[in-house]
């Protein structure tokens, strides 16, 4: 660490050296080297030899996106250390798969070998570390490179300075409150740090994308529910919910990362209940309102009662086929919405709004899809492709709409938003709780108890699913605190007449996406996939995404003119993103593909073919069965056969052994698994 330190405390440090190889990267480290004093000038062309010689005779790419080039030489009397970070990343065979950015050059003179051996090793343990590696990637001076450097001791210091790690967010206090209060203290000395890490362009990136991922849900499902609930809840509703419930969730929950929204399953449930109000005569929002605020009640008592501790119990096969059927929700709904289109062709519409729908859909989705992948490109410099990665979704949202302007001779369904603020049906905005008869009052105790089974899983599967180790989160769970805020937000909509909102797995999973800095893994196939190493977790996104929905609402004519085919393309693209890193996904392709080529994963270096093909294919018919159950009459049961997955994955156990369940059903992948892809 001591010869580290003198580097950078002298600037001994090169930052994005413009190279499209570790052979350049040498010549142009060694001739700075001269020319900063730090090597003499006559010894040059001898570095460079050795160096280079040393590359063919054994690579010294380690892994983790470092290589440690050295040479120990005659001329050279005394021993040094440089540190080079590459412009863009030069794929050199680390053993890993991660292409190499970050350069560690060791010289000396022959006897300092062994002594840079303590160097060697320190750096192999800094690598590895994923916030380390985040901090010197975005260093800009030798200050910067320091500053990682301390925080790193501090992370790893085995007498650390800051107080000792609480208890799991998911471990049972026994306290009345107790899980609620750890929550609070465990998050209560991130807030500031919330605020300040919101400050920072990627953000504003993320803000823009998830406005309008989130906005268009928030219209489609106000939409569907004003025509299931004869206009009483309807978008006004939804977007004043999302708006109203986001900003409250952004400053006051544990876990701001979650995006709050309308669902599915809670919106099948309100359409059954407005079928049983008008089937019994009985007024419906006052009914709901009653249902809300029962539901309210019983998960504020599940918050201080430490309830969510029992999911501890659903794992990450629960989590995946969860994930994965929210994923498949969007991309079955856009392209039901496309297939429509060609389908309800009449007067207005014809066969030129079908195709020119269908063409923007797919524009804005391969713009989307182009622009995230293009912080991997050779092309422009690092900040450009960075911004056009982090805007992708806002500039293909705006391109696309901006070619159906112009192609305004087309008749096309634009977003179905209101001419002006107020309610879908005129009324109040408030409920009047007595309308309802006494009965119904005590009544509502039984749906609500269905509805808080589903709020309870659905928030809890969500945050579970984005406090995924593999999203690198540092700052804390609090699945207590952020069930009772949704509790509390739920009754408040009661009593408003507003839906009902809990956490959207879609919508918080792209929002964590969005936020990440990710490094792309090559395996030995030629395969890439990417790794997160940093989320930029803060409030302002989710606050400011939600203060945007709010002012919506003054704007209703401008979104009008937003297609709502570009909206369908963004649905698109968030169901296909937030697939990626699924693994039950990953386990399907193999289903495909030739054994002999498939990737050195950890579970398929650990558990036989057939065994996890078994596997897959429980999971696969999990989820089909869930699918039926969301689509058939007894869609209001859907929160009972998701809680019915943890049964089933416990009987899971009895056909497959306990090592091949740790391995195909791991809460995360193991830290040997980047050392293994060249087999």
């Known amino acids: 660490m001591k010869r580290l330190k003198e580097a950078f405390d002298l600037s001994q440090v090169i930052l994005d050296l413009e190279v499209d190889d570790l052979a350049s990267a040498i010549r142009e480290s060694v001739r700075y080297m001269v020319a900063d004093g730090i090597l003499p000038e006559q010894t040059e062309d001898q570095v460079v030899s050795a160096l280079l010689q040393r590359e063919q005779d054994a690579p010294t790419a380690i892994g983790h996106a470092v290589a440690v080039p050295h040479a120990y030489l005659d001329s050279i009397e005394e021993q040094i250390v440089l540190f080079v970070r590459l412009a863009h990343p030069v794929n050199l065979g680390a053993p890993d798969g991660i292409p190499t950015q970050f350069l560690f050059f060791l010289l000396g003179p022959p006897g300092s070998a062994a002594q840079h051996l303590d160097t060697l090793a320190y750096v192999a343990r800094l690598m ?9 990637g975005k260093a800009r001076a030798s200050e910067d490179l320091l500053s990682a450097l301390g925080h790193f001791t501090q992370r790893t210091s085995p007498e650390p300075s800051v107080p000792e790690k609480l208890s799991d967010g998911l471990a049972y206090t026994g306290q009345f409150c107790g899980g609620l209060r750890k929550d609070l203290l465990r998050r209560r000395p991130h807030y500031w740090s919330d605020i300040l890490d919101g400050l920072h362009a990627k953000c504003a990136g993320s803000t823009l994308f998830l406005f309008f991922a989130c906005l268009a849900p928030a219209v489609t499902f106000g939409g569907v529910m004003a025509v299931l609930t004869d206009g009483q809840i309807g978008a006004v509703e939804m977007i004043a919910a999302s708006a109203f419930c986001g900003v409250i969730f952004a400053l006051i929950s544990g876990q701001p990362l979650v995006i709050l ?40 008592i599940l918050a201080v009662t430490d309830a969510s501790c029992l999911m501890r119990y659903f794992t990450r096969f629960t989590d995946e086929i969860f994930s994965a059927l929210i994923s498949i929700i969007f991309i079955y709904e856009a392209i039901k919405s496309l297939v429509h289109i060609f389908q309800d062709l009449d007067v207005k519409k014809h066969h030129d709004t079908a195709l020119l729908s269908l063409l923007l859909a797919l524009g804005t989705f391969y713009i989307a899809m182009s622009l995230s992948r293009f912080r991997r490109s050779s092309y422009l410099r690092p900040k450009i492709r960075e911004f056009f990665a982090d805007f992708g979704p806002a500039i293909a949202l705006g391109a696309m709409t901006v070619v159906s302007v112009w192609l305004h001779e087309v008749f096309l369904d634009a977003l179905p938003a209101p001419d002006a603020f107020g309610t879908t049906s005129g009324r109040p905005w408030t409920v009047d709780l007595f309308a309802a008869p006494l ?52 009754a408040a909509c009661s009593m408003f007449g507003l839906p009902w909102l809990v956490a959207a797995t879609v919508r918080s999973l792209n929002h964590v996406r969005s936020l990440a800095t990710v490094e792309e893994v090559v395996s030995p196939t030629g395969e890439t996939r990417e790794r997160v190493i940093h989320v930029r977790e803060n409030r302002l996104t989710g606050l400011a995404i939600h203060l945007l ?49 498939y990737p050195v994963t950890h579970y398929i270096r650990r558990v036989p073919r057939w065994t996890i093909h078994a596997f897959t294919l429980l999971q696969l018919v999990c989820l089909g069965v869930l699918w039926f159950v969301k689509s058939s009459a007894i869609g209001i049961l859907f929160p009972v056969f998701i809680a019915l997955l943890v049964p089933v994955r416990l009987l899971a156990g009895k056909y497959f052994s306990a090592e091949q369940l740790a391995a195909l059903d791991a809460e995360e992948e193991p830290e040997d698994e980047g050392t293994h892809w060249a087999g």
Not at 551 to 562: E, Q, R
């Open 261 to 300: 929204g309308g669902t599915g399953p809670l919106l099948v449930f309100t359409a059954i209940l407005f079928r049983l109000c008008s089937d019994q005569g009985i007024p419906f929002l006052p009914s709901y309102a009653w249902v809300g605020l029962w539901s309210a009640g019983f998960l504020v």
């Open 549 to 597: 929905i709010g002012l919506s609402l003054f704007l209703l004519p401008l979104l009008k003119t937003i297609p709502m085919a570009v909206l369908y393309g963004l649905f698109l693209f968030m169901g296909v993103v937030s697939m990626s890193g699924n693994q039950f996904f990953e386990r399907m392709s193999l289903w495909l593909k030739d054994p002999a080529l």
């Open 128 to 136: 590895s570390d994923d916030e380390f590696r985040y901090e010197v």
């Open 439 to 490: 009965w119904v009052r005590f009544a509502a105790i039984g749906p609500a108890l269905l509805v808080t089974v589903l709020v309870y899983l659905d928030q809890n599967i969500t945050a579970r699913i984005v406090n995924s180790p593999d999203h690198r989160l540092h700052k804390g769970e609090a699945y207590h605190l952020d069930l009772g805020v949704v509790g509390l937000l739920m």
